[in-house]
């Protein structure tokens, strides 16, 4: 199974700042990397997909960049409603496999 | 627009079986891979499998092979995951979700069955 490590687990920072998670998988994965956020009590949402790509109606404050095995997602200038954790996940090969997760919260 | 609905929650007894439904509705449901998604409480997403409902093909993970069993009812737009032997283990939130883009981006989730395995 390719393994999707993911870092930070937790990060703390202040509204407007632009943050950065990465991604690193255990194999090759080529661009076939997505990110999801998910709020508590709520279902993941899909942010990009294919590494870089927005997916329709998400803010373009969310980019994506990387490819073979390693990704960040980036968030410019947060804002409140961005507090949630987000997940990478591989569409290379079966089976599909997520990263742990980062839980992002307000400093 | 695309919806997925799913029951919100199960009771089941240790050892016994439970049969989760996805309906699905607002695209053609034949044309696109129906993914089964695990949460436990507090924890991360596990991928159980996909089906493609135009010809009932499936994919699993391996580690759910003797626990999860996928099917469809092409008749009614709805996807199944049939889960066996059921243990505390497998208390979660269980999502369907629809194969988009390259098929492994899951755009549309449902809401979620939560199981809760007790006696």
């Known amino acids: 199974d390719i393994q999707m490590n993911q870092s930070p687990s937790s990060l703390s920072a202040s509204l407007g700042d632009t943050i950065t998670i990465t991604c690193h998988a255990s194999?090759?994965?080529?661009?076939?990397l997505s990110w999801y956020q998910q709020k508590p009590g709520n279902i993941p949402k899909l942010l990009i997909y294919?590494?870089?790509n927005l997916h329709t109606g998400v803010p373009s404050r969310f980019s994506g960049s990387g490819s073979g095995t390693g990704f960040t997602l980036t968030i410019s200038s947060l804002q409140p409603e961005d507090i949630a954790t987000y997940y990478c996940?591989?569409?290379?090969?079966?089976?599909?496999?997520f990263g742990a997760g980062t839980k992002l919260e307000l400093k | 627009q695309v919806q997925l609905q799913q029951p919100g929650a199960e009771l089941v007894k240790p050892g016994a079986s439970v049969k989760l439904s996805c309906k699905a509705s607002?695209?053609?449901?034949?044309?696109?891979?129906m993914h089964w998604v695990k949460q436990r409480p507090g924890q991360g997403l596990e991928w159980i499998g996909e089906?493609?409902?135009?010809?009932?093909?499936?994919n699993y993970n391996e580690k759910f092979k003797s626990k999860a069993t996928l099917t469809v009812d092409k008749s009614s737009s709805t996807a199944y995951m049939q889960l066996s032997s059921l243990t505390s283990e497998d208390s979660a939130v269980y999502y369907c979700?629809?194969?988009?883009?390259?098929?492994?981006?899951?755009?549309?989730w449902g809401q979620g069955t939560l199981v809760t395995v007790s006696a």
């Open positions: 979700a629809k194969g988009e883009y390259g098929n492994y981006e899951f755009a549309y």
């Open positions: 607002g695209y053609t449901f034949t044309s696109y891979w």
């Open positions: 089906i493609n409902p135009s010809n009932g093909r499936t």
């Open positions: 194999q090759n994965i080529n661009v076939w």
């Open positions: 294919k590494a870089s």
């Open positions: 996940q591989q569409g290379q090969s079966y089976p599909l496999t």
